[in-house]
């Protein structure tokens, strides 16, 4: 399985960027989609998600100001990140969970912004 993702870069605080993440090599159903972010010296955090019958989850520090959503290609998803903070600054990682062969994760993009 392959993640292609997309996106990601410099904002300055209260600006927005768009994510996207395509999955190939998919052999089975895809459970859910979704973006992770691990900011320099804290853990992996889930950001959010979207499951196979379209419903959603968020982070609470997210909440209001990011939305996911499926892209029209197959397996892609696409993250809408507006209103940002400094504080989401972080290594952004598209996840796909994959039915009978459980999480993939891409390779990570950088999002960064400054104040």
């Known amino acids: 399985v392959q993640l292609q993702a997309s996106g990601g870069g410099l904002v300055q605080a209260g600006g927005s960027l768009r994510l996207s993440c395509a999955a190939s090599g998919i052999n089975f159903n895809v459970r859910a989609m979704g973006w992770h972010r691990q900011a320099p010296g804290k853990q992996r955090e889930l950001v959010a998600i979207?499951?196979?019958?379209?419903?959603?989850d968020y982070s609470e520090a997210v909440k209001g100001r990011f939305t996911i959503s499926r892209d029209n290609a197959p397996y892609s998803a696409a993250l809408q990140m507006n209103s940002l903070k400094p504080e989401d600054t972080a290594i952004y990682y598209c996840?796909?969970?994959?039915?009978?062969?459980?999480?993939?994760w891409g390779q990570g993009t950088l999002v960064t912004v400054s104040s």
């Open positions: 979207i499951r196979r019958d379209g419903t959603t």
């Open positions: 996840l796909v969970e994959e039915l009978f062969r459980g999480a993939h």
